[in-house]
């Protein structure tokens, strides 16, 4: 079975991680295909436009997409061409494993096993409603929750327990001090965990959820929230298993999914190839997952996981002095 999939090579470190990541797919013999499609600077740079028209309409055809980082321009444009994305598909579940791997710089190398559902369309992350008063001395914002946006990110999350054999879901809030808003998402959350007997839910006010984060990781499996605690949370979990080199994501809605590497676009490193290529291929692991092809996400996880255990061509960031290519190969010889 061929599936075509929309491909943004994007900028920075961008085309050197996903040249690899396609190389590894190719090996692994996964039946894709790729129409190739521009998003920030490098589309700006060809057409003038950051998200042109053309790429929406390739991801809306073929539903699947794969994407390296953008780089926004400061003082032009959107003010993130991921949350336009996000807003332009209602991709409204940001999902974002965090798992151990071996001969990481992670103080948690065994026990971390778990996955963050973030709501990603409102709350105080969309940054709608900003004002700065005339006299700059006064800066306000809306964050708005939504009983539909709160059901439906809950229901995901639970889905996603049932159908991976998880059995704990984690509800984050803040309902002691933001009673309207996390109110309205703890309120909604419990509605929804009444429909799900065997799935145990607990409920962790924001802030003591990041400490237990750091002190008890193993305790968690699969944590639900709402957008801004979802993009903090999230961090603070890659950090846990080495960083963003190591963080994949999708950003899933009902009509169309977008798969990437979490981290930036690294110009600094750019066109070296030295960039650690993990996050978007544990992310394309995701996308085969979404296209109902667990076998080949499986193959492609433990292929990683190999990878980094023989340690001999492990990037600079992980501690070694491979290159974006040569960790690739390594990866696609072990997937067959």
Do not use: W
Request: glycine letters at 10%; hydrophobic letters at 45%.
């Amino acid at each position: 079975m061929t599936t075509t999939i929309a491909v943004i090579r994007g900028d920075g470190i961008g085309p050197e991680i996903m040249d690899a990541t396609l190389h590894v797919l190719d090996a692994l013999g996964a039946g894709l295909q790729y129409e190739f499609v521009d998003a920030g600077l490098a589309a700006h740079e060809r057409t003038g436009e950051l998200l042109p028209q053309a790429t929406l309409d390739a991801i809306a055809r073929h539903r699947i997409a794969l994407k390296s980082p953008l780089t926004t321009p400061v003082g032009e444009g959107f003010s993130s061409i991921n949350v336009a994305l996000r807003r332009h598909f209602d991709l409204y579940a940001n999902v974002r494993p965090a798992v151990s791997f071996p001969n990481t710089r992670s103080r948690f190398a065994e026990n971390v096993d778990l996955i963050t559902v973030r709501e990603n369309t409102e709350g105080a992350y969309a940054g709608e409603g900003q004002q700065v008063s005339e006299d700059g001395a006064t800066a306000t914002l809306v964050q708005k929750i939504t009983r539909r946006g709160s059901e439906r990110i809950v229901r995901y999350a639970f889905d996603l327990a049932v159908r991976t054999g998880r059995k704990k879901v984690t509800v984050v809030h803040k309902a002691n001090i933001l009673k309207s808003t996390s109110g309205l998402f703890l309120k909604v959350a419990r509605e929804v965990a009444a429909h799900y007997p065997a799935i145990q839910c607990n409920e962790l006010i924001v802030d003591n959820c990041c400490m237990q984060l750091v002190m008890r990781p193993e305790q968690f499996d699969v944590i639900v929230t709402t957008n801004l605690f979802g993009d903090i949370i999230s961090d603070l979990c890659a950090g846990l298993v080495g960083g963003l080199g190591l963080a994949p994501g999708a950003n899933i809605g009902a009509d169309a999914a977008i798969f990437e590497a979490v981290h930036g676009s690294a110009p600094d490193i750019a066109g070296k190839g030295i960039a650690n290529p993990c996050a978007l291929l544990l992310g394309a692991a995701q996308m085969l997952d979404h296209l109902q092809r667990p076998e080949l996400a499986t193959r492609l996880r433990e292929a990683i996981r190999a990878t980094l255990a023989a340690a001999d061509t492990l990037t600079p960031d992980l501690g070694g002095s491979g290159s974006t290519q040569g960790f690739a190969r390594a990866i696609a010889a072990r997937v067959g």
